[in-house]
């Protein structure tokens, strides 16, 4: 039998008396845990009353767990953890999250919601290849697959060879991929004579893990000839499955009987206006291992309004527009390496990836975009290279508002990780 969902169909009102009921018990649980007993002292679960009374609770930080690792957030005795995952994030060191038997079904209901709301069936066969192991990528889809009864393939990242024979050979129709890897299985693809529309039968490609933009979406979706939705999470929460992309690809809806969503202006801390950017800060109703509450997760993006033609009410955010924490100040502006992205994959020219490399010659801030072209743009002649360089220059000073300076490079010829990439080198430090 087909697996399904009720969750999905309920109504903001269904959804706000779920959240309280939820919220409530995860006060109640938190509380068994050593870093939470203080926090919460003087909060009662029959304070919450509308989901909105969250704003009644602490903040939890990264800092905050990172000061309580090992085991300061763990709210159930180690016999009932079945499984840890280690997560740096974005950046800085590392910290645990546990799972209890529960958490992780959980997290597979969250993530196979999702993936039915990409119209994944039982037919489908499932690719996954994102790192399996300590980052969440992997088994947090694996278990989504065969909930669903995919034939799940547990294809890991790296060896793109081998992905393409797999693809070839069983037939994939889903996969799960880091973005900026799946730009380099096309450009594999081609060196081997492979056309992905004809000879790959790959129909649905779910996305995340790091900052990408719409046009690398429909650069994925053009190479593919397949449909790219989204998927939002952090491990500290489960991983990926937080928020999912549905078919009609206009934001990603938040498990809301999971997850808790504020949005924040990260200065104030108070609720921005839907529409508007903010931090996005979550609280865990079901968690049972380690129960976060008000979260900052430093990402930041916007609820968008109005209904989904889906039919789902569950709440909508945007794709993440950038972090608190990778705002990069050049020369005095504000910059995210998001508009960056933005604004080289508007040229058709430019191939599948570029660095971002920062320095500080006479104490005055540089920022240079090294950009690999294609193949058939890297051929032309001198001069309409120099022309080429200086359009997207023109192209980088008007999305940024601040001159850089432009180094053309040939496929291939930029690093490539098969996990998340590395596109911001900031050696101004290293200089003062
Ligand atoms: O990256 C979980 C995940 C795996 C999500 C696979 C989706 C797919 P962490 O390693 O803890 O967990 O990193 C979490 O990655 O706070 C964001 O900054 C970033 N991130 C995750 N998904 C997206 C996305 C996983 N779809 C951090 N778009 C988060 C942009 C994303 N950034």
Redesign the pocket.
């Known amino acids: 039998m087909q697996y399904s969902d009720d969750a999905v169909s309920l109504s903001r009102d269904e959804i706000a008396s779920v959240q309280v009921g939820l919220l409530r018990e995860t006060i109640a649980r938190a509380r068994r845990a050593p870093a939470y007993q203080d926090r919460l002292q003087g909060i009662s679960p029959d304070d919450i009353r509308s989901p909105d009374d969250v704003r009644k609770l602490p903040f939890t930080s990264k800092e905050d767990l990172r000061a309580g690792m090992p085991c300061g957030f763990l709210a159930v005795p180690m016999r009932d953890v079945v499984r840890m995952h280690y ?1 740096s ?2 950046t800085g060191l590392a910290t645990a999250v546990y799972h209890t038997r529960d958490d992780l079904h959980r997290w597979a209901q969250c993530v196979a919601r999702g993936m039915l709301a990409g119209g994944v069936t039982d037919e489908d066969v499932f690719q996954n290849m ?1 790192g399996y192991g300590l ?3 992997g088994l ?1 889809f694996h278990y989504a697959g065969e909930l669903i009864g995919c034939m799940t393939i547990p294809a890991g990242s790296g060896n793109t060879e081998r992905q393409i024979h797999l693809m070839h050979t069983f037939g994939s129709s889903v996969l799960h991929i880091i973005p900026s890897y799946a730009l380099r299985v096309l450009y594999v693809c081609d060196g081997e004579g492979i056309d992905p529309l004809r000879e790959l039968s790959v129909r649905v490609i779910y ?6 933009s719409d046009q690398l979406c429909r650069r994925i979706e053009d190479g593919f000839g397949a449909k790219v939705h ?7 929460m489960c ?2 499955g937080v928020a999912m992309e549905c078919a009609a690809q206009q934001g990603l809806h938040v498990c809301e009987d999971h997850f808790l969503l504020e949005v924040l202006d990260p200065d104030s801390l108070e609720p921005v206006e839907p529409g508007e950017p903010g931090e996005i800060v979550l609280t865990t109703l079901r968690r049972e291992a380690m129960p976060l509450i008000r979260y900052r ?3 930041i993006a916007h609820v968008i309004p109005g209904d989904c033609p889906c039919g789902s009410r569950h709440v909508r955010v945007s ?2 527009e950038g ?1 608190t924490d990778d705002m990069l100040v050049v020369k005095g502006v504000n910059v995210y390496p998001m508009q960056v992205e933005r604004a080289l994959l508007g040229i058709d020219e430019v191939g599948r990836n570029y660095v971002i490399t920062l320095d500080r010659p006479a104490d005055l801030d540089r920022m240079t975009i090294a950009v690999e072209l294609t193949q058939q743009a890297f051929a032309d002649d001198m001069r309409r290279l120099n022309a080429l360089r200086e359009r997207i220059r023109r192209r980088l000073h008007s999305e940024l508002d601040i001159g850089v300076e432009v180094e053309l490079h040939e496929p291939g010829a930029l690093p490539v990780t098969e996990g998340k990439a590395v596109r911001v080198i900031d050696r101004r430090d290293q200089e003062k």
């Not at 996305?207 to 990408?212: A, N, S």
């Not at 989204?230 to 500290?236: D, F, K, P, T, V």
């Open positions: 997560s994030g974005t994102m980052f969440t990528g947090g996305v995340g893990g790091e900052p990408h989204n998927c939002y999470g952090l491990s500290e991983g990926p997760t430093r990402d794709r993440i972090r």
